[in-house]
């Protein structure tokens, strides 16, 4: 690690040991080295399809079968991928903070399997099925689902319990978020490429609001120039050192 690098590490940390109310948004970029992979960049393809021309309402109603063999797909990756230090560095801090809020926009649960008490899914779990018929939700864990697409008790079409582009995110989760996001003193906004709206926007909303905003991301990205402090490297390795005593 240069000179400069171990600096901003340490004013990170400062920043961090001497807030009163902190705040974290993940993106994909916090599981990948779990090896659950992103969703842009060359990994992010599935057999030629952006996210973009899978996680619709449209591309689901006119090819449930094919949306369905992605999550299908992406549910088998997730099931054999465990925690990576970065996710269990986050879980250290929500237990040494005074106030801490994570948000993500991750649906792999891994936040939770790695011990995150309280995390606020913006975009749901892949791990819940809801009815499009009766609009029952319930949970399924089966990998691979033994029929695509799914189906509920009730005959009705399964869908992931998940948010799609155009779809509202969950209200309560979301204002959750936006008054952690407004009252923190920290915001550190975690492997995401910060595109996708309105989750991208918590970070403007919190540095607006006067919070320190650091960025982790393996890249530079849209969101780098505004921050206080952008951190380049690995949500694994670099949040550990944040966290680091
Ligand atoms: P993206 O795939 O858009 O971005 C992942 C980010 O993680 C990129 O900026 C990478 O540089 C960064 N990254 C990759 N590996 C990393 C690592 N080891 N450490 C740190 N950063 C790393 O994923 P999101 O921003 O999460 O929504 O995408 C947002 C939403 O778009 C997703 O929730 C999903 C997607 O389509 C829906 O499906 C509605």
Redesign the pocket.
């Known amino acids: 690690m240069s000179r400069c690098e171990s600096e901003a590490i340490a004013q990170a940390r400062s920043w961090i040991n001497n807030a009163t109310a902190t705040t974290a948004l993940?993106?994909?970029?916090?599981s990948?080295?779990s090896g659950v992979?992103?969703?842009?960049?060359f990994a992010?393809l599935w057999k030629q399809f952006r996210?973009?021309d899978l996680?619709t309402p449209e591309a689901f109603a006119r090819h449930p079968e094919l949306v369905w063999e992605w999550y299908d797909w992406r549910r088998s990756l997730i099931a054999k991928a465990q925690p990576n230090p970065?996710h269990r560095a986050l879980t250290d801090l929500e237990r040494r903070a005074q106030s801490f809020t994570l948000i993500t926009?991750?649906?792999d649960r891994l936040h939770q399997r790695a011990g995150s008490q309280s995390v606020l899914e913006?975009?749901g779990s892949i791990w819940q099925l809801r009815c499009t018929a009766c609009h029952r939700e319930w949970s399924d864990e089966t990998v691979p689902l033994p029929h695509l697409p799914p189906t509920c008790r009730c005959g009705g079409l399964a869908r992931p319990a998940?948010?799609?582009?155009g779809?509202s995110l969950p209200r309560e989760a979301w204002s959750r978020a936006e008054r952690a996001a407004s009252t923190c003193d920290v915001f550190l906004v975690?492997?995401?490429?910060?595109?996708?709206y309105p989750?991208?926007g918590l970070a403007s909303l919190a540095h607006r609001c006067g919070a320190k905003l650091i960025e982790?991301?393996?890249?530079k990205?849209a969101l780098s120039n505004a921050a206080d402090l952008a951190l380049t490297?690995?949500?694994?390795e670099?949040l550990p050192a944040l966290l680091r005593e």
């Open positions: 993940t993106g994909a970029g916090i990948a080295e992979p992103t969703f842009r960049g992010g996210p973009e996680a970065g926009q991750n649906v913006l975009h998940v948010v799609w582009f779809e975690i492997g995401t490429s910060a595109l996708v989750a991208a982790i991301n393996a890249e990205t490297g690995p949500a694994g670099i």
